[in-house]
């Protein structure tokens, strides 16, 4: 039979599977605004309206990258705070319970019948 994990093993495991995701989101916010940035002036220097208006277009697309970084970041709180909500518990019916109140936090609207 195989050892049950802790809590805290679990949720550390949820995190590190996050973390590829949250890291490609940063560099894709660097790299759109720093590329972006760039032909930006290029643009400006050789007054070019079209490309300076590209590297507008392109330094606005990080974003959208930064927006999924603090979703990643932000469920990524909402797990550590689960993980507390965990350990409290001293029974299996109270973890049921906390795990109630959190997904109906969630998701409103969503009441079992």
């Not at 039979?1 to 560099?27: G, H, P």
């Given at each position: 039979?195989?050892?049950?994990?802790?809590?805290?093993?679990?949720?550390?495991?949820?995190?590190?599977?996050?973390?590829?995701?949250?890291?490609?989101?940063?560099?894709?916010?660097?790299?759109?605004a720093?590329?972006?940035?760039?032909?930006?002036?290029g643009?400006?220097?050789?007054?070019?309206?079209?490309?300076?208006?590209?590297?507008?277009?392109?330094?606005?697309?990080?974003?959208?990258?930064?927006?999924?970084?603090?979703?990643?970041?932000?469920?990524?709180?909402?797990?550590?705070?689960?993980?507390?909500?965990?350990?409290?518990?001293?029974?299996?019916?109270?973890?049921?319970?906390?795990?109630?109140?959190?997904?109906?936090?969630?998701?409103?609207?969503?009441?079992?019948?």
């Open positions: 039979m195989a050892r049950s994990r802790t809590v805290k093993q679990v949720i550390d495991q949820a995190i590190r599977e996050n973390r590829w995701a949250s890291f490609l989101c940063y560099v894709l916010i660097i790299l759109h720093a590329v972006g940035i760039a032909v930006l002036i643009g400006a220097l050789a007054r070019e309206g079209l490309v300076a208006l590209a590297g507008s277009v392109a330094s606005t697309l990080f974003w959208p990258a930064l927006s999924k970084a603090i979703q990643i970041r932000d469920m990524n709180m909402r797990i550590r705070l689960l993980e507390t909500l965990l350990s409290k518990a001293n029974n299996a019916r109270e973890a049921a319970e906390a795990f109630r109140v959190v997904f109906l936090q969630q998701f409103p609207g969503k009441e079992q019948r």
